[in-house]
């Protein structure tokens, strides 16, 4: 089967750092996305994870174990406008992405 | 480079009736995929397209379907239409070379069911 976890919601504090934690297990693998969702509007691409390991793209960090099914997208010095839904997406190869459901992040003053 | 475009953004259908989107994605790209968003549920992935060809779908039943112009563009069609289809309907597209691109995502159609 394909399945997907992550948090529903999470809140942290603007300036501060949270951790959104993805475990998948999946018929396939080819790597592993992040996109953010603003409410009312469309999903936009932040990263992708084929390796093993932390890439890291400005306030943005995306983690991947492989072995573990696990990722994490890791958000530094937050802001207000980072309030906003963040999907993890795995490519199962044969040109198939799934979507978990979806961490809404909340980001108070 | 005009970005993903879907017509219409907003339908209200009745039960039993059948509606048609449209997707017209960036140009270049050759896949499009389509998606079903409810609140809860995530996306959900409907089909995928490529040059005129579709190479994988999700578990939607046979109301579902959808076809890929040679241009490019895409529809996907729902007949007899449930309350439970209601929702937010995003096509993605991508070089689709290999299906391991980022996905550049439509506003959406947002599918009202009564």
């Known amino acids: 089967g394909q399945n997907i976890d992550q948090p529903t919601e999470m809140t942290a504090t603007e300036g501060a750092i949270v951790q959104i934690n993805c475990t998948y297990q999946t018929s396939g693998f080819n790597g592993l996305f992040w996109y953010q969702q603003h409410a009312g509007e469309a999903p936009t691409f932040l990263s992708y994870n084929v390796l093993d390991g932390l890439e890291e793209k400005g306030r943005f960090s995306s983690f991947l174990s492989r072995s573990k099914g696990y990722s994490y997208l890791l958000l530094k010095e937050l802001q207000m406008k980072d309030s906003a839904s963040y999907l993890c997406a795995v490519d199962t190869g044969g040109f198939k992405t799934i979507f978990g459901a979806g961490t809404r992040l909340f980001v108070k003053a | 480079k005009a970005g993903v475009t879907q017509t219409p953004r907003y339908l209200i259908k009745t039960r039993g009736q059948q509606v048609t989107l449209s997707c017209s994605p960036i140009s270049g790209h050759r896949s499009v995929s389509w998606y079903q968003q409810t609140p809860g549920q995530g996306l959900q992935f409907l089909f995928e397209?490529?040059?005129?060809?579709?190479?994988n779908k999700g578990n939607f039943p046979g109301r579902f379907s959808g076809r890929q112009f040679s241009n490019s563009r895409s529809e996907m069609n729902v007949s007899t239409l449930e309350l439970g289809d209601s929702a937010l309907y995003l096509c993605?597209?991508?070089?689709?070379?290999?299906?391991?691109?980022?996905?550049?995502f439509g506003p959406g159609t947002r599918l009202t069911v009564t």
């Open positions: 993605a597209s991508s070089p689709g070379l290999t299906g391991s691109y980022e996905q550049y």
């Open positions: 397209y490529f040059s005129e060809t579709q190479r």
